[in-house]
């Protein structure tokens, strides 16, 4: 009974996105006050339904209904309550679901926090978010339900070992909070085309919508990276992998959009530009979640075997990106170009950033999608690796990490470059300086590893620089009563900022400095590696939840002493032929060790994988400074409902 009420739920709230699609937007073109009146209380029992839906599916996994397929499919009765919350996105429908669930809190929140913006403009965003939700609705209810019946089986298949882990827990959710985020954006910028308000009032609207979608994007991949460092075995953080790059592009994209929003919000410049972005970043977030959750990129044919599934995501990615680019062209020589600024003036700088980010995500999108199209067409097989990448995504943003240095010293409109340099005199002798000092430092001078420590370092002096002008204390007044009074959105972009650096510092040091050794250890033997020794003391057995393992003892050795001991584990579940690899890693501010077991040589020996990855762990640090300084945007009084700026009250009585 519990799946039929989910299935009714979802039909339900198909009906109601029907009406919220359409009535609302047509309401506001007519200036049918009912119609309009309508947007919200819709959007509402959207959410309700949905959640009604998903707790049916959560419901069915907690009970071990193996009735339903995907429950047969993803749990068992022996699997672990934490995963199977987890198994409710582990597969394709339960995914989307999740992606359902997701989009529709945030069409809750905007019904929520948006009581202050024009009666017009809110019908036109929640009615675009609508359609998006019909068209998830319609993908489910056709090609994914996820509480299709079948004859009860005694037990479930198990969800899948590599997903059993706490980061998968929490790493979907925040990855497709950021995903799904965009929307929010982009039905901004549709509602702003079609209500002809480009002007510096929707940005500052949509501004903070964006940056909370980015920073769930920012801690989504964070967790992911993390997840396959700790999880796989390989000891590796990034692989370019397609699922990768799937969340990666429409981040690129959103870094772009969140720059280009302040120059139209503070500027009234970038108007179409912005939007534009808006629908790159959300488009990106569709193409990113169809390609990871429709099995295209296992098998290019995977749409064969699936018809309906293919053909419909196809459609909706041509309705959406097709349909939005067509409003776009339509209504954008309408809108004015804003002010006109100098060539060396910060909105220059901001620029051609966002060219540079995307034409990084243009590059990523190439590589992922140009093997699948050769596969898909019979041609040869082509495989897209970390050169590729490396080769053509690294030019392209090292001039932009070098331009964000620069870009927020700058002045509006019209900047003078002998200023700029004079002011950066200091951060340039001090970033050479490390680029100089820091790989002899190491052990050996690299090039590219000087490059890396010198960009990091430029972001950092450079922002360190920025704030010491507006808070030096020979101006008048305390540094900290200056501090204080600073914009948080204005800390929050230098925190961001120096979150790029620690990760761009982190990367340079791993890649240029990291030890990997594979060996054959026996009882008793040891390794060297960096400035610790391990002593590999044998195996034991045992039994997990819903697994067996093998489970290696390690001393770590330092100067003769042991210093800590690492388990790294071969576990054996009952569903899976193959062994999962789970890594046993020592962090430290300084550096990781990382031990995996490979393969049984015999009894008593064991290939060994044995890593030192010097500030790996600066990587993941990075990119939460990054999300802190979203969160300290956020919090900036600018943003607050209460205090609200008079002209957006003008602005709602013009367009009443």
């Known amino acids: 009974m519990i799946p039929e009420i989910g299935n009714f739920a979802l039909m339900l709230a198909t009906a109601v996105a029907l009406v919220l699609g359409t009535l609302p937007i047509i309401g506001a073109a007519r200036g049918n006050v009912r119609w309009m009146a309508l947007a919200r209380p819709a959007a ?65 929140a905007v019904s929520v926090f948006s009581t202050h913006l024009p009666r017009e403009f809110i019908s036109r965003i929640l009615g675009v978010m609508g359609l998006i939700a019909l068209g998830f609705l319609l993908f489910i209810i056709l090609t994914s339900d996820p509480f299709t019946r079948i004859a009860a089986v005694p037990d479930g298949n198990d969800l899948n070992p590599l997903l059993q882990d706490p980061g998968m827990v929490a790493h979907p959710p925040m990855l497709y909070m950021g995903y799904v985020g965009f929307s929010v954006a982009f039905a901004f910028a549709i509602a702003a085309l079609l209500g002809g308000n480009l002007d510096a009032t929707w940005a500052r609207w949509s501004r903070p919508w964006t940056t909370v979608a980015w920073t769930f994007l920012t801690i989504g991949i964070c ?66 979640t169809f390609l990871v959750r429709s099995g ?30 067509a409003l776009f062209a339509w209504r954008a020589p309408k809108v004015g170009l804003g002010e006109r600024f100098e060539i060396i003036s910060r909105e220059t700088m901001l620029l051609a950033n966002n060219v540079l980010f995307l034409a990084a995500a243009a590059s990523v999108l190439l590589g992922t999608l140009y093997p699948l199209l050769l596969d898909a067409l019979g041609m040869n097989k082509l495989s897209v690796g970390p050169p590729y990448f490396d080769t053509v995504f690294v030019p392209l943003m090292a001039p932009a990490l070098f331009l964000m240095g620069i870009g927020p010293l700058a002045r509006w409109r019209k900047a003078n470059l002998p200023e700029i340099a004079a002011r950066l005199k200091w951060a340039a002798g001090v970033s050479i300086l490390c680029a100089i000092a820091v790989p002899f430092i190491e052990g050996h001078w690299s090039f590219m590893v000087a490059v890396g420590i010198l960009l990091a370092v430029w972001i950092v002096s450079s922002s360190v620089t920025n704030l010491w002008s507006r808070i030096r204390p020979n101006e008048g007044g305390q540094i900290g009563a200056k501090l204080a009074a600073l914009p948080r959105g204005y800390l929050g972009m230098l925190a961001a900022h120096v979150g790029v650096a620690v990760f761009i510092a982190g990367i340079t040091l791993v890649k240029g400095y990291e030890v990997e050794k594979d060996v054959r250890m026996d009882t008793g033997d040891t390794v060297q590696l960096g400035p610790y020794t391990a002593r590999f003391n044998g195996t034991v057995e045992g039994t997990g939840p819903n697994y067996e393992y093998l489970r290696g003892q390690f001393d770590i050795l330092r100067d003769g002493k042991v210093v800590r001991t690492m388990h790294p584990e071969k576990r054996q579940f009952a569903s899976k032929s193959e062994p999962m ?32 990855k010097p500030f790996i762990d600066w990587i993941w640090g990075g990119c939460l400074i990054m999300a802190f300084g979203g969160v300290l945007a956020l919090s900036d009084r600018r943003y607050r409902l209460e205090r609200r700026s008079t002209n957006e009250s003008a602005l709602a009585g013009a367009a009443a």
């Open 44 to 108: 509402r029992v959207i959410f309700l339904l949905v959640v009604v839906a998903a707790s049916c599916l959560v419901a069915s996994f907690l009970h071990d209904d193996f009735s339903v397929l995907y429950v047969a499919t993803n749990s068992t009765h022996a699997l672990p309550v934490p995963y199977k919350l987890a198994a409710f996105w582990g597969g394709h429908e339960g995914s989307m679901l999740l992606w359902l669930l997701i989009l529709s809190f945030w069409m809750f």
């Open 223 to 288: 967790l992911g990276s993390a997840w396959a460092y700790y999880t796989l075995g390989w000891g590796g953080w990034w692989f370019w992998d397609p699922v990768e790059n799937a969340s990666f592009m429409p981040w690129l994209a959103g870094t772009a959009l969140m720059h280009s929003l302040a120059v139209t919000e503070k500027r009234g410049g970038f108007k179409v530009w912005t939007v534009l972005l808006a629908i790159f970043a959300f488009s990106l977030s569709l193409l990113g």
């Open 296 to 325: 295209v990129l296992t098998s290019v044919h995977a749409f064969a075997s699936d018809p309906r599934r293919g053909v419909f995501i196809l459609f909706f990615l041509g309705i959406v990106i097709g349909g939005s680019l």
């Open 581 to 612: 690899t789970n890594a046993a890693i020592a962090p430290s501010i300084t550096g990781d060790l990382y031990i995996s077991l490979g393969e049984a040589v015999s009894q008593s020996a064991w290939v060994v994988r044995v890593y030192y």
